[in-house]
T-cell receptor
Framework: DTGVSQNPRHKITKRGQNVTFRCDPI?????LYWYRQTLGQGPEFLTY????????KSRLLSDRFSAERPKGSFSTLEIQRTEQGDSAMYLC????????????FGPGTRLTVL | DQQVKQNSPSLSVQEGRISILNCDYT??????FLWYKKYPAEGPTFLIS?????DKNEDGRFTVFLNKSAKHLSLHIVPSQPGDSAVYFC???????????????FGKGTKLTVNP
């Protein structure tokens, strides 16, 4: 399967713990995006990378969130000191940078903070 | 502020009939509009897109219409099939060269149910 993969698919954690998610984009895609989706909402943009450079961060991305894409391939999203409000589906997408900005999404990581 | 709005949370149609999903936007800088389909426990899947310089784009059973003056677009599915039952998201992106961003701005989605 050459699509976008995300691990883990599900994560349950206690409030105050740190969690890290991984995204492996489609191999020839140089752009990688993170979105968050809560119940009844559409995906909301968090941040994006072009190769290893983080080019944009949403104001939704508080200081507790950090994302990296060290070699321009896979990316990690870390949430420190998780809060119950962080419970959501975290979606990763990648793109080769097409004119229509079509982005290819992974299956997501569902985070539940107890 | 909700820049992309899908005002119908759900829509139910009979198999074989037309499904029309609507989307409104407020940001005049948006220059590409995309529709995604999402099944439970899966990520969104790209369906069809349209540039702001066009008013119609067709791909098989799916047609997207854009009315730029009304800031309105719609997705038509003809004929609808039970396998089309999913949540449909409208998304938009703004022209990078006019100060936009590569991020997609999504609506809240419309849940389509196609009854056999």
């Amino acid at each position: 399967d050459t699509g976008v993969s995300q691990n883990p698919r599900h994560k349950i954690t206690k409030r105050g713990q740190n969690v890290t998610f991984r995204c492996d984009p489609i191999s020839e895609h140089n752009r990688l995006y993170w979105y968050r989706q809560t119940l009844g909402q559409g995906p909301e943009f968090l941040t994006y990378f072009q190769n290893e450079a983080q080019l944009e961060k949403s104001r939704l991305l508080s200081d507790r969130f950090s994302a990296e894409r060290p070699k321009g391939s896979f990316s990690t999203l870390e949430i420190q000191r998780t809060e119950q409000g962080d419970s959501a589906m975290y979606l990763c997408a990648s793109s080769p940078g097409q004119v229509n900005n079509e982005q290819f999404f992974g299956p997501g990581t569902r985070l539940t903070v107890l | 502020d909700q820049q992309v709005k899908q005002n119908s949370p759900s829509l139910s149609v009979q198999e074989g009939r037309i499904s029309i999903l609507n989307c409104d936007y407020t940001n005049s800088m948006f220059d590409y509009f995309l529709w995604y389909k999402k099944y439970p426990a899966e990520g969104p899947t790209f369906l069809i897109s349209i540039s702001s310089i066009k008013d119609k784009n067709e791909d098989g059973r799916f047609t997207v219409f854009l009315n730029k003056s009304a800031k309105h677009l719609s997705l038509h599915i003809v004929p609808s099939q039970p396998g089309d039952s999913a949540v449909y998201f409208c998304a938009a992106s703004a022209d990078l060269f006019q100060g936009g961003s590569e991020k997609l701005v999504f609506g809240k989605g419309t849940k389509l149910t196609v009854n056999p």
